[in-house]
């Protein structure tokens, strides 16, 4: 059965301090990773990860893909309390006619000032 | 504001009473996916419409829950029968295509007393 793991599910840093979320995947005829912020609302893409080793990068948050260990991580550098939020991460499948997400259960940041 | 739409936002109802959900997707978004997210929890896929047909449903998708896209535009979601258990906030995603990414409407979260 398709699964997605997060650790930790819940993290709490100062503000300047920097963090990285760890993601697991076993998905069938996996295609993309997928990282979402979400507060308190619906989520809000990030990235989209398909390639091994190549990381991508917006502001001070910055993802990588391993598909041979099926691991990805999250970095988030100087943070802010505006980056308390859970940070959800899916795996998505092949591009085929029946593709769906799965969703891991997320990992509850919250930064203190 | 182009992005996805979601109405009721809040829904209260008492249990045995029929609920139904809209959600309008981004306008030239042909996948339209919904999701439910219980506290603690990623969001759990339902089921998603190629166009208006509905391509997969998951196994959480019990006889009581039914949903359309009768033009392609535009779907609902309805839940007949509730129970306390179908109180979680209801997600709608589209997007352009099979594995593209799926961009969330600001959700409709139910409660069933």
């Known amino acids: 059965e398709d699964k997605v793991v997060q650790s930790p599910l819940s993290l709490v840093v100062h503000e300047g301090d920097t963090v990285t979320l760890n993601c697991s995947y076993e998905v069938t005829n996996f295609r993309s990773l997928l990282w979402y912020k979400q507060e308190k609302k619906a989520p809000t893409f990030l990235f989209m990860l398909?390639?091994?080793?190549i990381e991508k990068k917006s502001g001070r948050l910055s993802s990588i893909l391993d598909k041979k260990e099926l691991f990805s991580i999250l970095n988030i550098t100087a943070t802010q309390t505006g980056d308390s939020a859970i940070y959800l991460c899916?795996?998505?499948?092949?591009?085929?006619?029946?593709?769906?997400?799965?969703f891991g259960p997320g990992t509850s940041l919250s930064v203190i000032p | 504001d182009t992005g996805v739409s979601q109405d009721p936002r809040h829904k209260i109802t008492k249990r045995g009473q029929n609920v139904t959900f809209r959600c309008d997707p981004i306008s030239e978004h042909n996948r339209l996916y919904w999701y439910r997210q219980t506290l603690g929890q990623g969001p759990e896929f339902l089921t998603y419409f190629q166009n208006e047909a509905q391509l997969e449903k998951s196994r959480l998708l019990s006889d009581r829950f039914s949903a359309e896209r009768p033009k392609g535009s535009f779907s609902t979601l309805e839940i007949q029968r509730t129970e306390q258990g179908d109180s979680a906030m209801y997600l709608c995603?589209?997007?352009?295509?099979?594995?593209?990414?799926?961009?969330f409407g600001p959700g409709t979260r139910l409660l069933v007393l």
């Open positions: 995603a589209s997007s352009l295509g099979a594995g593209e990414t799926q961009y």
């Open positions: 899916a795996g998505g499948r092949m591009k085929t006619s029946y593709d769906k997400v799965i």
């Open positions: 398909t390639s091994s080793g």
